[in-house]
T-cell receptor
Framework: AQTVTQSQPEMSVQEAETVTLSCTYD???????LFWYKQPPSRQMILVIR??????QNATENRFSVNFQKAAKSFSLKISDSQLGDTAMYFC????????????FGQGTRLTINP | DVKVTQSSRYLVKRTGEKVFLECVQD?????MFWYRQDPGLGLRLIYF???????EKGDIPEGYSVSREKKERFSLILESASTNQTSMYLC????????????FGSGTQLSVL
């Protein structure tokens, strides 16, 4: 079974700073997908970024980028120039390449951006 | 935009009651999911469905059942609610392709007293 671990329950930074959220996972699969989802106070989960394990290039979406280290089974999220609207719970998630398309989530990191 | 609608934002029920949580999606998605979210535990999969009348157990199905009679609707049923089922319940849907992103509802915060 796959497991996803987020070791930082809470983080807090000042607006405009860069912050990195950590995520590690355990799997015996060779092909899989990794995701970061954001849950703002509205509770609506939103996809932030997606990484395909067979791609060596790290995914980037505007101010959001990942550092994917396949051998270390690490998948961290970097938020540059943080904004107040980035305040949210962030969840790292894993999905196998084959079979049922279900996500396995980490415990979440509560990120607060201070003005 | 895809919309996933959960019937209630907050719900309070008594121990032993039968509880129905409803979820409707409007984009003809094949897959639908029910997760529960608890502090420190993240989201855990209860049940999912990849087609009408099809269902599969997730990681924590005990005490729950589901129904999918129509493609757009996926219901979660607590047969006899217990206090340890107090939680946030999130419904999601996705297309049938590989690694399609999930679209989530806004959640139902259920309190069982």
């Amino acid at each position: 079974a796959q497991t996803v671990t987020q070791s930082q329950p809470e983080m807090s930074v000042q607006e405009a700073e860069t912050v990195t959220l950590s995520c590690t996972y355990d799997t015996s699969e060779s092909n899989y997908y990794l995701f970061w989802y954001k849950q703002p106070p509205s509770r609506q989960m939103i996809l932030v970024i997606r990484q395909e394990a067979y791609k060596q290039q790290n995914a980037t979406e505007n101010r959001f980028s990942v550092n994917f280290q396949k051998a270390a089974k690490s998948f961290s999220l970097k938020i540059s120039d943080s904004q107040l609207g980035d305040t949210a719970m962030y969840f790292c998630a894993f999905m196998k390449d084959q079979g049922a398309q279900k996500l396995v989530f980490g415990q979440g990191t509560r990120l607060t951006i201070n003005p | 935009d895809v919309k996933v609608t959960q019937s209630s934002r907050y719900l309070v029920k008594r121990t032993g009651e039968k509880v129905f949580l409803e979820c409707v999606q409007d984009m003809d998605h094949e897959n639908m999911f029910w997760y529960r979210q608890d502090p420190g535990l993240g989201l855990r999969l209860i049940y999912f469905s990849y087609d009408v009348k099809m269902k599969e157990k997730g990681d924590i199905p005990e005490g729950y059942s589901v129904s999918r009679e129509k493609k757009e609707r996926f219901s979660l049923i607590l047969e006899s609610a217990s206090t340890n089922q107090t939680s946030m319940y999130l419904c999601a849907s996705s297309l049938g392709g590989v690694a399609e992103k999930l679209f989530f509802g806004s959640g139902t915060q259920l309190s069982v007293l």
